[in-house]
C-alpha cells in the first residue's frame, strides 16, 4: 500500500530529538526552529515527560470515558491554575480541528442559532464545520458547505457589529494570533469591543488558541495580552508535546448534557499523563516566560536586520515577510545551515520553536540566518 500523496516531504529522516535540536538518520544536527509546527512545546524527549508517558502506558494506556479518570481532573485542575481558568471546565479530545468542531457545535446547542462569524485569512481546521470557518475556499469540499458563515475583515469592528446586531449569530470564532494566515495579532481594544458586543448580542466567543496557546506568546494565551475572557478556549497542539490531545476550555454559563458531546480516545490516561508532565514542566523552567523573553530578544533582533520587509508576532510565534518568495531562504536554512522553520504562504517565514529555546539557540539561529539572504 502506498501513502496517499498530500504532504509535499523534505527528503529528510528525522528519527531522534533533544530539546531543540532533531537529528536525521544520518546523524545530522538540525537547530529545530518550526516545533514540528508549534507542537513541541517543552522540548525534545524532555526526560520528565518520557518518562511520565513511559510509566503511564507500562500501567494503563487506555480505557474508555465510561469509567471515572483521575487522570483527567488532575490535568484540568493543573490547567485551570496555569492559564488562570480555574472556574472554566475542560473537555478533552483529539485535535485542533475537533476542538473547534466541538466549540462551534457547543455554542450553537447554547444559543440554538445558526450563523457563525470568522476573519478573512484564518485558519481553524480542516473537519466539517471547523474547515468552513477557515478562509482558504480549496479546503473546503462540497460536503462540507451547510454552515453558513461569514468572514469579515480582522480589527474591523463595525463589520462585526453589523452581522451581530442581526441577533441571528451563534459565535464568533477568532485565533488569538492568526497563524498560518501570516501571523497577525488582533488589537487589544479590538479585542476588547468584540467581547463586549459578543455579550450584549448573546454571541458566544470562541478563541482559537490552537497554535497561539499554552504559553507560546509570553502569556498563557494570546488574549490574556488583551485583558479580556472568552467564553470558549481551544487548545492542541503545545498541550502533549506531540501526543495528540486537544481541549475545549467552557465557561460556566454553558450546560453540560449527557451525550451532547462524547469521544472514543479523548482524554485517555496516557494522553492525560503527558499533559500532566507538559505543565509541570513549564512551570518548573518558567518556560512562558522564557518564550516571552527569548521571543522579545528575537523579535527585536530580526527588526534590525535590512532585507525583511516586516516581523509580526509576540513571544515565540514570530512571522517575517519578505518582498520576494522565501523558498530559497528556507531551503538554504535547511539544507545549508541545518535550520527547520515553516511557513506562510509565499513570503512569510515563521519561527514556532519549542518554548525551552535559549538565548544561545536563538543568537544561533541568528548567525545561520543571516547567511541565507
Ligand atoms: C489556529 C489553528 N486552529 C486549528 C488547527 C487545526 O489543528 P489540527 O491540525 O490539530 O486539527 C490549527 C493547525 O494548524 C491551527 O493552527
Redesign the pocket.
Known sequence: MNLFDVYPLFPINIVEGKGCKVYDSEGTEYLDLYGG??VVSVGHSHPKYVKAISNQVAKLGFYSNSVINTLQSELAEKLGKASGYEDYSLFLIN??????ENALKLASFHNGRKKVISFKKS?????SA?VKVTDIPKYIAPVNEGLEVTFVEMNDIDAVYNELSKLDVSSVII?GI???GGIYTPDNQFMQKLRAICTETGTVLIL?E???GYGRSGKFFAHQHAGIKPDII?V??GICNGF?M?GVLISQEFKAIYGQLGTTFGGNQLGCAGAIAVLEIMKEEQLIENAGKVGDFLISELKKLPGIKEVRGLGLMIGMEFEQPVKEIRSELLFEQKVFTGVAGTHIIRLLPPLSLSMEEAQEFLIRFKKCF
Open positions: 509546527h508549534a485535535s485542533g480541528a475537533e476542538a473547534n485558519f481553524h481546521g480542516r473537519t471547523a485565533e492568526q497563524g498560518i482559537d490552537i497554535q497561539s481551544t492542541a497542539k495528540p486537544a
